[in-house]
């Protein structure tokens, strides 16, 4: 079973910048559909951005949409998440996960389509 391990959280001010990456233990992660997915205390995990196998296809949740941005890197096995203009509302665990369908044309946001899960990083923004 593939592992993706998740780093980049940490503690910033409101307004301030997050890049965090999600690295894959296997080669077939370039076959894979990624998403990244937060849940904050006492709330549901929620769906955040997904990126196509080939990254020709991206979603977004409308709450982060013109402030995140979502890119994989598939020489790397990475997938990455740039949080810009960061708000309090953001603070929350963040998770990678991944679709293993192979080269799956649809992309999905519906996080029981994703059968891989990194074991989250914390972001906390202050106001």
């Known amino acids: 079973q593939a592992q993706l391990i998740e780093s980049g959280g940490g503690l910033v001010q409101a307004g301030g910048s997050l890049r965090l990456s999600c690295a894959a233990s296997v080669r077939t992660f370039s076959n894979w559909a990624m998403g990244w997915f937060r849940q904050a205390p006492g709330k549901e995990r929620e769906f955040v951005a997904a990126?196509?196998?080939?990254?020709?296809?991206?979603y977004y949740s409308d709450s982060v949409k013109g402030r995140f941005t979502i890119s994989r890197n598939n020489a790397k096995n990475a997938v990455y998440l740039q949080m810009n203009s960061l708000k309090p509302e953001d603070t929350a665990v963040y998770y990678c996960?991944?679709?293993?369908?192979?080269?799956?044309?649809?992309?999905?946001?519906?996080?029981?389509?994703?059968?891989?899960w990194g074991q989250g990083t914390q972001v906390t923004v202050s106001s």
């Open positions: 990126i196509r196998w080939d990254g020709m296809r991206i």
């Open positions: 996960a991944a679709d293993i369908s192979p080269r799956r044309m649809v992309l999905t946001t519906d996080q029981r389509a994703f059968d891989y």
